[in-house]
C-alpha cells in the first residue's frame, strides 16, 4: 500500500464493498473531525502533549471538579464553533441514502449529528451535554457555560446542588452504549473506518466484531492503523477526500446499475 493516497482503484474497491452490503456501518475516530479544526488529543500535536491526561480522568474530576471545569471550559471553545465537514456530510449523505445504517462514533463533538446523520452511537459521549453526578438531570452545554461564565465553578445542578459533569466518558469510566453498538457490528456485514487509528479498546473492537462475523472492513486513515491487518481496503488519505470521492462512486455506481461483484 505504502504512500497510496486517494488510490482510484481503492476507491472503486469500498464503494462496491458498501454498494453491494446488506448492512454497511460506520465507525469514526478523531481524523474525521481534524478538518472541522478539532486537534486530535492523541496526534503529535495532541493536547495530551501539553496538558498530563490526568486532567481527563474522573479521579481527578471528582477531586478537582473546579480546575477540571476551567481546563474544559477553554477546551470548549474550539469544539462549539467547529462545523461539520465535508466527511461528516458524505457520511450523512450515505446514512441518507441507505448505504450506512449506522454511525459508532469515538468522537464527543456532536458534528455527525450536525451534519445530518440520524443513527448515531456516541461511544464516549457527548461534550453538548452536561449531566448531575447526584441525581442525573441533564443541561444543554450552554446553559452549563454560562453558569461557568458567571462565576459558577464547579457548575452546580439547580434541582439538587450537585456538581455537573460533562456527559463525556472520562478516562476510567466505562464507555457508553458499548452493548448497543457491539449488536449492531454483529448483524453488519461490512464497516466503513473513518479517522481512527484504532488504538482506543474497548471501541476498536467494533471493526474487530464485523471482521469476525465475515464482514468486509475499509479504513480510511492518514496514518497506518493498528488493524490495517484485518482491512479488505486500506485508504490513506484525508477523511474529507477520501469521503467526498467514495461517495461519488457510490452515487455514480447506483445510477448505473452496475455493481461489480467480486
Ligand atoms: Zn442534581
Known amino acids: 500500500?505504502?504512500?497510496?493516497?486517494?488510490?482510484?482503484?481503492?476507491?472503486?474497491?469500498?464503494?462496491n464493498i458498501l454498494v453491494n452490503a446488506r448492512h454497511a456501518i460506520a465507525f469514526t475516530g478523531?481524523?474525521?473531525?481534524?478538518?472541522?479544526?478539532?486537534?486530535?488529543?492523541?496526534?503529535?500535536?495532541?493536547?495530551?502533549?501539553?496538558y498530563s491526561p490526568e486532567i481527563a480522568t474522573i479521579d481527578y474530576f471528582l477531586q478537582h471538579p473546579k480546575e477540571f471545569w476551567l481546563f474544559y471550559r477553554m477546551r470548549m471553545s474550539t469544539l462549539f464553533t467547529a462545523k461539520p465537514?465535508?466527511?461528516?456530510?458524505?457520511?450523512?449523505?450515505?446514512?441518507?441514502?441507505g448505504v450506512i445504517k449506522a454511525v459508532i462514533t469515538q468522537n464527543v463533538d456532536g458534528l455527525h449529528q450536525a451534519a445530518g446523520s440520524k443513527n448515531v452511537i456516541e461511544l464516549h459521549g457527548t461534550m453538548r451535554r452536561a449531566v448531575c453526578i447526584a441525581c442525573g438531570r441533564a443541561y444543554p452545554m450552554d446553559v452549563v457555560t454560562r453558569k461557568i461564565d458567571s462565576g459558577q465553578v464547579p457548575p452546580l445542578c439547580d434541582e439538587c446542588g450537585g456538581v455537573l459533569k460533562p456527559d463525556t466518558v472520562l478516562?476510567?469510566?466505562?464507555?457508553?452504549?458499548?452493548?448497543?453498538?457491539?449488536?449492531?457490528?454483529?448483524?453488519?456485514?461490512?464497516?466503513?473506518?473513518?479517522?481512527?487509528?484504532?488504538?482506543?479498546?474497548?471501541?476498536?473492537?467494533?471493526?474487530?466484531?464485523?471482521?469476525?462475523?465475515?464482514?468486509?472492513v475499509i479504513i480510511i486513515n492518514m496514518e497506518p492503523t493498528e488493524l490495517d491487518y484485518i482491512a479488505d481496503v486500506n485508504i490513506r488519505c484525508k477523511a474529507g477526500d477520501a469521503m467526498e470521492k467514495l461517495l461519488e462512486k457510490i452515487i455514480e455506481m447506483r445510477k448505473q446499475g452496475t455493481t461489480v461483484t467480486q
Open 1 to 15: 500500500m505504502g504512500e497510496a493516497g486517494c488510490d482510484v482503484r481503492d476507491i472503486e474497491e469500498a464503494a
Open 30 to 50: 478523531a481524523g474525521i473531525s481534524t478538518e472541522s479544526g478539532i486537534p486530535d488529543f492523541r496526534g503529535p500535536q495532541g493536547l495530551w502533549k501539553q
Open 85 to 97: 465537514n465535508r466527511a461528516h456530510r458524505a457520511l450523512a449523505e450515505l446514512e441518507s441514502m
Open 171 to 216: 478516562f476510567g469510566e466505562p464507555v457508553k452504549d458499548f452493548d448497543r453498538a457491539r449488536e449492531l457490528a454483529m448483524i453488519s456485514d461490512a464497516v466503513l473506518v473513518v479517522g481512527s487509528s484504532l488504538t482506543v479498546y474497548p471501541a476498536a473492537y467494533i471493526p474487530l466484531f464485523v471482521k469476525e462475523m465475515g464482514g468486509k
